[in-house]
């Protein structure tokens, strides 16, 4: 298993923990990055803090442009960039994806699968979910705390070698990893979570903790409108899917969401791939989703407001 090649496609704040942790275990893994994360990466090595402890590890890393092509294969392939990338990372990794290369996504969202496999083939593609709360505290420094699990599974249900392989690096690198029979489903389940607190987040500036004590009817009623259009897809989302992301966020005491971290910092957010993706499934199934409406326009009215403060 340790002669398994590994390539991470984005080293932020989930591609930086998942593959120090198996870089550490002693796994040959290497790290595509850019700009300045790619620089200090390249020069003083990756970071790695938790529970306040500091590990600095040097890791090997690329940049995509120049470096990527002339790799060759690998056999597994982690896609860890923002969903928006998700076309530009399936084209850049292309080259090294072989016969028997598996891709995973372990990115927020319900359509990267299907985007990366309308690439290089949906067979060669699984999927693939992180609950992991860890942050890109600069470039090249990755803070980590709590609960670190993930899930694998083949997006046709079965059970595979590969994704059996994965699952046993994954557990050696000390990463909690379950394996699903019913991938999409779970990708909805995690949606159920990313729609309402992460657009919440964004519209009220508050962290999860404050939305859970602040906002809690409005979130539940955000969760229920996601499970429907799940359910109007025929998907087998689990029936607790509400219950379950209320009570697995009672942890994450003062941690802002991935897409407040990135409000705050000016950049852009996935907000069609985890808002407008919804209301567009309940549209074409006649969902009514009146509160998710309502805060993603919301939030397309604070966007266009800092971008008049931004050129004022």
Known sequence: MKNKKILIFGTGAVGGYFGSMIHKAGYDITFVARGKNYEILEQKGLTLIQDKEKEILKVKVLEPIHELALQGYFDYILVCTKSKDTKEAALKIKPN??????????????ENEDIIG???????????????ASRLLEPGVIYQFGYNGSMLGELDGRVSERILNLQKIF????????????????LWNKLVWNTSFNSLSV??????????EEDYELLKSIMIEVREVALALGLNIRKDTVEFNLERSKGFTGFKTSM?????????????????VVIKKAKEKNVPVPNIEEVYNEIKLKQKSEKQKSLS
Not at 98 to 103: E, K, L, Q, R
Not at 118 to 132: E, H, P, Q, R
Not at 172 to 177: E, F, T, V
């Open 118 to 132: 309308s690439v290089i083939g949906i067979d060669k593609v699984a999927g693939g979910l992180t609950f992991v």
């Open 203 to 212: 519209f009220t500036g508050k962290t999860v903790d404050k939305l859970l």
């Open 260 to 276: 407040l971290q990135d409000f705050e910092a000016g950049k852009s957010i996935e907000l069609e791939e985890l808002v407008g």
């Open 97 to 110: 994806v072989g016969t028997d290369t598996c891709v995973v996504s372990l990115q927020n969202g319900v």
């Open 171 to 186: 557990l050696k690198s000390g990463i909690d990893c379950k394996v699903s029979e019913n991938m999409r489903a779970e």
